[in-house]
């Protein structure tokens, strides 16, 4: 089972019900009991980073998260801002991320890109993954729906599974063992997105 966390924060419906339709047994919960049974755990996030780590901070089930993903190893995904709190600090605030992945959060950088590029980079975008994330296992020329104006920068390239491109490019998603995160919202990003959640769902 699948545990999406809930801790006030996210896109939890879009993404529970993506999970429904593609038949991926799934609870969108803030109960420890439910997220200590869980054998995957999807972070969602949006909105501004500080206010999402303090909320998550704030959880019941806070430490327990960090046993299920640091100790029994089990698969997580961050989605949008929840991959960014995957990392140690960001440009947008001042609170400490979770640091499971060494790196940073960093603004778009607008004197690297065009006059006509806006931020925040609202589209459908072509993601281009390495050969070896399992992620994206089938998925044909992926695209996906983002909504951001920040992007994750690790401090190890290798850990970066998928790059896209707006004025330059950035990383998609990444992965350091049991833990991944994505920049774009599967769930927005019809059957791309179910394809990515049924293969999260088959991992391990």
Known sequence: MI????????????????????GVKAAASSDPSVIANADKLILPGVGHFDYCMQQLKNSDFYELLHKKVLEDKIPMLGVCVGCQMLMETSEEGREKGLGWIKGSVVRFKADQMSASLKIPHMDWTEVHPTDSCLLYSGIANPRFYFVHSYHVL???????????????????????????????????????????????????
């Open 3 to 22: 545990a999406i966390l809930d801790y006030g924060i996210g896109n939890i419906g879009s993404i529970s019900n993506m999970l429904r339709k593609i």
């Open 154 to 204: 690790c401090d190890d390239p290798g850990l970066v599974t998928a790059t896209a491109k707006y004025g330059y490019d950035f990383a998609a998603s990444v992965q350091s063992g049991n833990i991944s995160g994505v920049q774009f919202h599967p769930e927005k990003s019809h059957r791309f997105g179910m394809d990515l959640y049924r293969n999260f769902s088959k991992l391990y």
